[in-house]
């Protein structure tokens, strides 16, 4: 089989949809490839994704700087995203923190160069940039993983835009339930999963690296396209 | 796109139907008037709208923001059948044949193994494969849901996946559901699974792909599970992940064909227990913790296996009515709801985790279609295709809604053979349910007069957390779809009623309607053969903890088992569920199981729910329990929730199979 000549291998399959995964990925946006025939022109997908769940709100570094959530930290990028506060005393953040700092080392140097964390803090007004950095100093945090605050308005709305509410509103309020998943996703690929922030850090390793480590984008399918 | 305030318009809308109220016009006045859609959205009229020219944001993906459609104008439509493929000479085949041992070597033309199976099928030496299939995944950017020209206006072409026919060629375009599969007890079978998905996915679905068949009795190589640790599922290369594949690779599918119990000393001779005998199956996409997407993206399809009882010939065996020559009288029903975005797009909310219900309605991937019938029987298979709504299915005459119409059921709700058909006036499916109903419609005509009779879903529910367990009234739920009764004269039926297959067993003196094929003994604490002896009783306990699905208060894990099962021995299991809020239909691989009770209430013979299953739906607060014989496969499966919302977040375990078991009572 290792004789097999490209062409025969690719004859196997539909060639065109192969090209069209690469293409996708290398693409700024991925409307109007695909000849769908809409009634009226449809919002590009990865522009809707944006609007509905990515907004590009301003928030303040733990080291004080300011950026935009989409242009700034999503945007082309793989991220790991989840919420806490620094005063989190049901578990669930210190548990989280911690299974994300082990997974960060598993990840070795990648963390910062090519996969971005983000922890965005519930609490905004306690949780100023220094409170942050602080934070991030005690759980060993390394670098490539940014903590997160800002005007609470921006907070909740980031919440609810990436899907981290509860439909109950009381069940909302409760804080101490806030909800303790940590999303994944490519932002030019527009795939977003979620893990458990409580799982076993070797579990999350695993689903961030079936995510992040396709080999679409490697040596397997590597025809460059402009 | 004029962009209003949401709130205020549905204000204006709610007034506008209270209006409509006050004037005494019914729901189902207003349904004829069509001033009102099947999903209870007013249609687009001046000031009348919910949705109206900017209800909902542009883009916006959320119940009531679908376009109006106009139910009952397209005809159903039945997937083709997957035709069987020589191996010899076949190209899907001919560049690497089908062995057991997968083809791991590379392709050249992209770099990484032609074959995303990493174990050698079990069994296959025993029972060697006498027919081969072949699929391709791929999108088809061209879909429509329905063919009439004002829905065409609102909701246009898509982009969803589905399974072609195998061939190579672009023209054999990929269908959803995708093609039946209809095989036979005794001939085993190889499906040969090509992924050309694309990553051009308009904004959801994941194009690497695990193709479970659901039911069957698979080892971990053909069973298309999430994942599986001794498949590389710790490993950081992704060119050891065995369980789901990548675009340019193919995966071999093999089924035994043989019934559970094969590898037991009391079945070997008889390659399995008859009485195992699977009926109603399917297959779908289980690409971990992207399932609900992708499989609401298209990759869904129906699997019947045969055998010489249940014959799909009405001339022979149980004289069921035909399915062949396909289509007859033996027809899926896969029932899916789906949102749309207000300019018509196909729409899935990648961020939610509560779980998704649909606005619009679709039958065999048409938007509620009609379907001309005979007046005779014909039996469907009904499947909940998900991702999370739960039906309670009842057939309604829109003239007369007080008639109340029964049919037939079976099959237990998971499609395996009960031991005696059951007259009922609905069923409960919930998400992944499977059911067999027989409707005689010159029955039904000749008792009510109808030419239409209409499939109506009365379950209420209003989130994809559960349904509220209320049943509507009739004519005020969502009618899926319509049956016009053709004909002045009974057409031609060679099929036994229901009620004549019960009588004829009685004369002959049968242990059930459908023997040989009878709900097997269950397993108990005391059986001298050690796979009908109950090992070992687990108990489940589903919960949530900060928005996290847990089981025994512990999270998904694919880098491990959980617990090990003893292979070839019985298990009781007791599942909880401490929620009045959701419910899970809790789907377990590899074996079946018997329910024994249900909230202490015991299941006995006449229930739906007595015989053979595959989904335990959990209701509120419920507690069930279950006893399984795990039989003949080594290796590695799943158990889950099949809202498959909940399961993506990740409602699953891992459990295993080995020759020596565990006797940990709750993992």
């Given at each position: 089989m290792s004789a097999m000549t490209r062409r025969a291998g690719l004859a196997a399959f539909g060639v065109a949809t192969i090209a069209a995964g690469v293409a996708a990925w290398t693409r700024k946006t991925s409307s109007h490839s695909n000849g769908v025939d809409a009634p009226r022109s449809r919002m590009d997908p990865r522009e809707r994704l944006q609007r509905y769940h990515l907004p590009n709100v301003e928030l303040v570094t733990h080291e004080g700087k300011k950026v935009r959530f989409y242009d700034d930290l999503v945007k082309d990028r793989k991220v790991v995203i989840n919420f806490m506060y620094t005063n989190c005393a049901d578990g669930t953040c210190p548990i989280t923190t911690a299974n994300l700092v082990q997974v960060q080392k598993l990840l070795g140097n990648r963390v910062g160069r090519d996969i971005f964390f983000y922890s965005i803090t519930l609490s905004p007004d306690q949780d100023t940039p220094a409170v942050l950095a602080r934070y991030a100093r005690a759980y060993d945090v390394g670098p490539g993983w940014t903590f997160l605050t800002g005007a609470p308005d921006h907070i909740e709305r980031l919440r609810k835009a990436l899907g981290f509410a509860y439909a109950d509103p009381v069940e909302d309020a409760n804080k101490t339930n806030h909800v303790g998943m940590v999303r994944y996703g490519t932002e030019p690929l527009m795939i977003w999963g979620a893990g458990q922030g409580m799982a076993n850090p070797r579990h999350l390793l695993t689903i961030f690296l079936w995510e992040f480590d396709r080999p679409l984008r490697g040596k397997g399918l590597r025809a460059p396209v402009a | 796109m004029p962009k209003f305030r949401p709130s205020r318009l549905s204000e204006i809308s709610r007034n506008n139907r209270q209006e409509i109220i006050k004037a005494r016009l019914s729901r189902r006045e207003l349904f004829r008037m069509g001033l009102i859609t099947s999903s209870g959205y007013l249609v687009h009229k001046s000031g009348l709208s919910a949705w109206a020219d900017g209800g909902c944001n542009p883009g916006e993906c959320r119940p009531g923001c679908s376009p109006p459609t106009i139910p009952f104008v397209d005809p159903i439509t039945f997937p083709p059948l997957l035709p069987e493929r020589n191996p010899a000479v076949d190209p899907a085949f001919t560049f690497s044949p089908p062995r057991a041992v997968p083809n791991r070597a590379t392709n050249p033309a992209t770099g990484i193994p032609f074959e995303g199976r990493t174990q050698v099928h079990q069994f296959r030496d025993r029972f060697p494969p006498q027919q081969f299939f072949a699929t391709r995944m791929r999108p088809n950017f061209n879909a429509t849901f329905s063919d009439d020209p004002r829905n065409l206006a609102r909701i246009g072409k898509n982009l969803i996946w589905g399974f072609n026919r195998g061939d190579a060629a672009a023209s054999d375009v990929a269908v959803s559901p995708g093609p039946l599969i209809a095989p036979r007890y005794g001939r085993p079978i190889v499906i040969r699974r090509f992924n050309e998905l694309s990553f051009d996915t308009r904004g959801f679905g994941v194009p690497e792909v695990s193709t479970h068949t659901h039911n069957f009795h698979s080892g971990p190589d053909s069973d298309g599970g999430?994942?599986?640790?001794?498949?590389?599922?710790?490993?950081?290369?992704?060119?050891?992940?065995?369980?789901?594949?990548?675009?340019?690779?193919?995966?071999?599918?093999?089924?035994?064909?043989?019934?559970?119990?094969?590898?037991?000393?009391?079945?070997?001779?008889?390659?399995?227990?008859?009485?195992?005998?699977?009926?109603?199956?399917?297959?779908?996409?289980?690409?971990?913790?992207?399932?609900?997407?992708?499989?609401?993206?298209?990759?869904?399809?129906?699997?019947?296996?045969?055998?010489?009882?249940?014959?799909?010939?009405?001339?022979?065996?149980?004289?069921?009515?035909?399915?062949?020559?396909?289509?007859?009288?033996?027809?899926?029903?896969?029932?899916?709801?789906?949102?749309?975005?207000?300019?018509?797009?196909?729409?899935?909310?990648?961020?939610?985790?509560?779980?998704?219900?649909?606005?619009?309605?679709?039958?065999?991937g048409k938007l509620q279609p009609f379907m001309e019938v005979k007046r005779r029987r014909y039996r469907f298979r009904v499947l909940d295709g998900g991702p999370s709504r739960f039906y309670e299915l009842f057939l309604t005459n829109p003239d007369n809604l007080n008639q109340r119409i029964p049919y037939t059921a079976i099959t237990t709700t998971d499609g395996n053979l009960l031991d005696d058909p059951i007259q009922v006036q609905s069923v409960r499916l919930a998400v992944a349910e499977r059911a067999d109903i027989i409707i005689d419609f010159d029955q039904i005509f000749r008792a009510t007069g109808a030419r239409t009779i209409r499939l109506e879903n009365r379950l209420e529910q209003v989130n994809g957390r559960a349904p509220t367990d209320k049943i509507l009234p009739a004519g005020d739920g969502d009618f899926l779809m319509e049956f016009r009764i053709a004909g002045n004269t009974p057409a031609p039926d060679a099929s036994l009623s229901p009620a004549q297959m019960i009588a004829n067993a009685r004369a002959a003196g049968k242990e059930c309607t459908f023997a040989p094929i009878c709900t097997p003994p269950r397993p108990t604490d005391n059986a001298a053969a050690k796979e009908d002896r109950i090992r070992v009783t687990r108990t489940f306990r589903f919960e949530r903890r900060n928005g996290q699905w847990a089981i025994n208060q512990q999270f998904a894990d694919c880098t491990r088992f959980r617990f090990t099962i003893e292979r070839n021995t019985a298990e009781r299991w007791i599942i909880q569920n401490n929620s009045g809020g959701w419910q899970h239909p809790i789907h377990i691989h590899l074996e079946e199981f018997q329910m024994v009770r249900r909230n202490n209430k015991l299941i006995r013979r006449g229930d739906i729910e007595f015989g053979r299953k595959d989904v335990a739906r959990l209701g509120f607060n419920e507690e069930i329990e279950l006893l399984f014989r795990f039989r003949d496969f080594r290796g590695g499966w799943p158990m889950h929730c099949h809202n498959t919302i909940h399961e993506d977040h990740a409602m699953l375990l891992l459990f295993q199979v080995a020759d020596e078991g565990d006797k940990n009572r709750t993992p």
């Open positions: - | 999430p994942c599986d640790p001794t498949t590389g599922g710790e490993s950081t290369d992704p060119f050891k992940q065995g369980r789901f594949f990548f675009i340019g690779q193919f995966y071999d599918y093999f089924e035994t064909m043989a019934r559970a119990g094969f590898d037991t000393p009391q079945f070997t001779a008889t390659n399995g227990d008859i009485r195992e005998t699977l009926t109603t199956l399917w297959y779908h996409d289980h690409r971990v913790e992207h399932t609900a997407e992708n499989v609401y993206k298209g990759l869904v399809g129906n699997e019947f296996i045969f055998n010489d009882f249940d014959t799909g010939d009405e001339t022979t065996g149980f004289r069921l009515p035909s399915f062949f020559p396909y289509p007859a009288f033996d027809l899926p029903l896969v029932l899916t709801d789906k949102l749309f975005t207000p300019d018509g797009e196909l729409c899935f909310d990648t961020f939610g985790l509560d779980g998704l219900v649909g606005d619009k309605f679709l039958v065999n």
